[in-house]
C-alpha cells in the first residue's frame, strides 16, 4: 500500500468479513458468500470515504480505502472464477452441438418395438 498501513479497525473488519465468507461459502456456496461479503465491504467503503474527506489525506484513511478496494478486488475475482467452471462445460456444449452435419449420435426415431419374445411368423 503506497499511502501506509491500514488503521487496525479496518484490517480487524475486513479479516472477520474473509471469515464470515468462507463459513457461508461451507454452508451456501461460493457465489452466494462472495455476494454477501461484497455487500459488507462496500458499505465498509462507503463509511471510510466520508471520514477521508473531515479528516484529511494524513489520518491514515487513504490506506484504509486502498485495503477495502484490494479486498473487493480479491472477492471479485475469486466469485468470477467460481463460474467459470459452468461456463467452460456450456461452451464446450455449444461448440460440439455447432458441428457441421450435427451431433454425431443424434437420437433416431426407431418406431415402435415389440417387447418381451419374438413371435414365430
Known amino acids: 500500500m503506497s499511502a501506509g498501513m491500514a488503521t487496525d479497525e479496518v484490517t480487524d473488519q475486513i479479516a472477520l468479513i474473509e471469515m464470515y465468507r468462507q463459513e457461508t461459502q461451507k454452508e451456501a ?7 454477501e461479503a461484497l455487500r ?8 471510510e470515504k466520508p471520514a477521508q474527506q473531515l479528516n484529511g489525506p494524513d489520518s491514515g484513511h487513504p490506506a484504509n480505502i486502498e485495503a477495502v478496494t484490494h479486498q473487493i478486488q480479491r472477492v471479485k475475482n475469486l466469485a468470477s472464477g467460481a463460474g467459470q467452471g459452468n461456463s467452460r462445460r ?13 451431433p454425431r449420435n443424434q437420437a433416431r426415431n426407431k418406431g415402435r418395438r415389440a417387447m418381451g419374445r419374438r413371435s414365430a411368423r
Open 29 to 35: 456456496g461460493l457465489a452466494a458468500a462472495c455476494s
Open 40 to 47: 459488507k465491504l462496500h458499505e465498509l467503503l462507503e463509511s
Open 90 to 102: 456450456a461452451h464446450f456444449q455449444q461448440e460440439r452441438s455447432a458441428r457441421p452435419g450435427g
